[in-house]
């Protein structure tokens, strides 16, 4: 089955500066990858996603990349904010079927 | 606004009692799930519908059961052979088609008493 690793397991930066966030996959099917963000006591929000048939995605200060070679891809925040301290969850899922593999999470701290 | 809905938000189980978590969703989503969250070890499957009166075991399905009578519910029960119980439960759905994003309820908090 796919596993997915995620690093760093936690992440400081200060309020302004750049956060990245990187997963490696070991499926070379699987072909759609979200990013899921979440704040203390409430369930994952997905904030932004990738298919495998583009390398990279961008929205306002947030940005995916992806490598299929490689099978890593990675969450890129700029100008980061005091909002943006959650928990950030990347995940992988094998084309045809539902079944999402997370990976384990990275909180994020932003320093004001 | 369409959405999940889970309830309760706090759950309280004595030892030997089952316990059922509530999930709806008005998102006419055909593909329902279920997941346990325990710090440090990411969101681990539990029980997953892709349609009404259907359902499949995932990771670690032992001590949980599941049913789909709705397309609108997919409620869980934390049965007595669950030991270790106490987690963050949260419920998904999702459109059937391939590569399609979950979209996550705000989740159960349940404790053993």
């Known amino acids: 089955g796919e596993n997915v690793e995620q690093h760093p397991s936690t992440l400081s930066v200060q309020e302004g500066d750049s956060a990245v966030i990187k997963c490696t996959y070991s499926?070379?099917?699987?072909?759609?990858f979200p990013w899921y963000k979440q704040e203390l006591g409430k369930g994952p929000q997905l904030i932004i996603d990738i298919r495998s048939n583009v390398g990279e995605k961008k929205d306002q200060r947030i940005a995916v990349t992806l490598n299929k070679t490689a099978k890593h891809f990675s969450l890129h925040i700029t100008e980061t904010q005091p909002e943006d301290s959650a928990v950030y969850f990347c995940?992988?899922?094998?084309?045809?079927?539902?079944?999402?593999?997370f990976g384990i999470g990275t909180k994020l701290q932003v320093i004001p | 606004d369409g959405g999940i809905t889970q309830s309760p938000k706090y759950l309280f189980r004595k030892e030997g009692q089952n316990v059922t978590l509530s999930c709806e969703q008005n998102l006419n989503h055909d593909a329902m799930y279920w997941y346990r969250q325990d710090p440090g070890q990411g969101l681990r499957l539990i029980y997953y519908?892709?349609?009404?009166?259907?359902?499949q075991k995932g990771d670690i399905a032992e001590g949980y059961s599941v049913s789909r009578e709705k397309k609108e519910s997919f409620p869980l029960t934390v049965t007595s052979a669950q030991k270790n119980p106490t987690a963050f439960y949260l419920c998904?759905?999702?459109?059937?088609?391939?590569?399609?994003?979950?979209?996550f309820g705000d989740g159960t908090r349940l404790s053993i008493l």
């Open positions: 995940a992988a899922l094998p084309g045809g079927y539902q079944k999402v593999t």
């Open positions: 499926d070379s099917a699987s072909n759609y």
């Open positions: 998904a759905s999702s459109l059937k088609q391939a590569n399609q994003p979950q979209h």
């Open positions: 519908s892709q349609i009404v009166n259907d359902f």
